[in-house]
């Protein structure tokens, strides 16, 4: 006759259940409700550490991308003001200016529609998820 052990999740121990004697059906279940509600809340904390760690790193490369973007601003601010004065050489100062701006306007939108592309699928709490569906299907296999 082979041992038989009983897990306890909340220390990761495996205790023997004993030779003869088993233990009542309301204690497995009583134990059960304890572990798959130790389990859930340590799901929780998982995927609120996660989101947490995806949503500091968001904020700082936001501040970075505005920084960086108000930088780019103003050198394209410097730049369209000489190719402005450039261009007035050859033709009126208003052409001039109109045509840059036509040209600006072309590349604005350009960019704009490119970050149409953006989506909240880098703050998914990916980890959790796989974690969460390991748990689901480890549990309906130990209860089959």
Same mark, same amino acid.
């Given at each position: 006759? %082979?041992?038989?052990?009983?897990?306890?999740? %909340?220390?990761?121990?495996?205790?023997?259940?004993?030779?003869?004697? *088993?233990?009542?059906?309301?204690?497995?279940?009583?134990? @059960?409700?304890?572990?798959?509600?130790? +389990?859930? =809340?340590?799901?929780?904390?998982?995927?609120?550490?996660?989101?947490? *760690? #995806? !949503?500091?790193?968001?904020?700082?490369? /936001?501040?970075?991308?505005?920084?960086?973007?108000?930088? /780019?601003?103003?050198?394209?601010? $410097? +730049?369209?003001? $000489?190719?402005?004065?450039? @261009?007035? #050489?050859?033709?009126?100062?208003?052409?001039?200016? +109109? +045509?840059?701006?036509?040209?600006?306007?072309? !590349?604005?939108?350009?960019?704009?529609?490119?970050?149409?592309?953006?989506?909240? #699928?880098? @703050?998914?709490?990916? =980890?959790?998820?796989?974690?969460?569906?390991?748990?689901?299907?480890?549990? =309906?296999?130990?209860?089959?």
């Amino acid at each position: 006759m %082979s041992q038989q052990y009983i897990g306890d999740l %909340s220390t990761g121990t495996l205790q023997p259940t004993g030779d003869k004697s *088993e233990r009542p059906v309301k204690e497995l279940l009583v134990e @059960l409700w304890e572990n798959t509600e130790t +389990l859930v =809340r340590q799901e929780l904390k998982l995927a609120s550490a996660e989101i947490d *760690e #995806k !949503v500091s790193k968001a904020k700082a490369d /936001l501040v970075k991308a505005a920084i960086g973007g108000a930088m /780019l601003y103003v050198g394209v601010l $410097a +730049l369209t003001a $000489a190719v402005i004065l450039f @261009l007035a #050489k050859f033709v009126a100062p208003w052409v001039a200016a +109109l +045509l840059v701006a036509a040209v600006m306007v072309g !590349v604005g939108y350009f960019l704009v529609q490119k970050a149409k592309e953006l989506n909240a #699928k880098n @703050l998914t709490p990916e =980890r959790t998820i796989r974690s969460v569906r390991e748990d689901v299907h480890t549990f =309906r296999e130990a209860t089959k």
